[in-house]
């Protein structure tokens, strides 16, 4: 079963302008990731927030947390073509060493 | 760097036939996981690997069989190819468990 969900499913907005998607869980975790696609590559990992953290800020990507509602949420700020891909959020389910993905969120940055 | 290598990025293989997926990382990583991706699907986790000789199933193993004989190869393997195997195939390995993950390329499979 998949323990992410990832709202929306597709995104499309103009450059500069901000993007948030919503990733929303199953069971208790000890962290949860966000990870980045383009088309037709390998995954390449954003950013980890864990589960005592409310916040977390790595340049332009600003990840919350709410552990009681069980959702985390990915903020790109002054949003660029470049960062045009498909955005997963993942955790271990359950607090075991099984890593598990949600279905994504595809960015279209329009320039 | 961390690399993680996947033997293939375009694989045609036909049905029946038995097909191995290899993936090699090479930092000394405990874990490993292999997934495929599909449109509509997001990723979906098929086995990992904890440690040398050890695995566990994942999501969806039907169809599928794994071997890790050394920490730093990863094989999975297609018993008897069948044309709902065609799909992405993603590599991933991890330090130790809780940190983050680190991708292959990915090797698109298509099976005729």
């Known amino acids: 079963s998949q323990q992410g969900e990832e709202d929306p499913q597709a995104l499309s907005i103009q450059e500069g302008e901000n993007a948030t998607m919503n990733c929303s869980y199953k069971?208790?975790?000890?962290?949860l990731q966000w990870y980045r696609q383009n088309s037709g590559r390998g995954l390449v990992h954003l950013i980890l927030?864990?589960?005592?953290?409310r916040e977390k800020h790595s340049g332009r990507l600003r990840v919350t947390l709410d552990t009681s509602k069980k959702s985390s949420s990915l903020l790109i700020t002054a949003s660029r073509a470049a960062d045009t891909a498909s955005y997963f959020c993942a955790t271990f389910q359950g607090g075991s060493e099984k890593l598990v993905f949600g279905k994504g969120t595809k960015l279209t940055v329009n320039p | 760097d961390v690399k993680v290598t996947q033997s293939s990025r375009y694989l045609v293989k036909r049905t029946g036939e038995k097909v191995f997926l290899e993936c090699v990382q090479d930092m000394d990583h405990e874990n490993m996981f292999w997934y495929r991706q599909d449109p509509g699907l997001g990723l979906r986790l098929i086995y990992f690997?904890?440690?040398?000789?050890?695995?566990e199933k994942g999501d969806i193993p039907e169809g599928y069989s794994v071997s890790r004989e050394k920490k730093e190869r990863f094989s999975l393997i297609l018993e008897s190819a069948s044309t709902n195997q065609t799909s992405m195939y993603l590599c991933?390995?991890?330090?130790?468990?809780?940190?983050?993950?680190?991708f292959g390329q990915g090797t698109r499979l298509t099976v005729v």
């Open positions: 069971t208790s975790i000890n962290n």
């Open positions: 690997s904890y440690d040398v000789k050890m695995k």
């Open positions: 927030i864990r589960s005592n953290e």
């Open positions: 991933a390995s991890i330090p130790i468990p809780n940190t983050e993950a680190f």
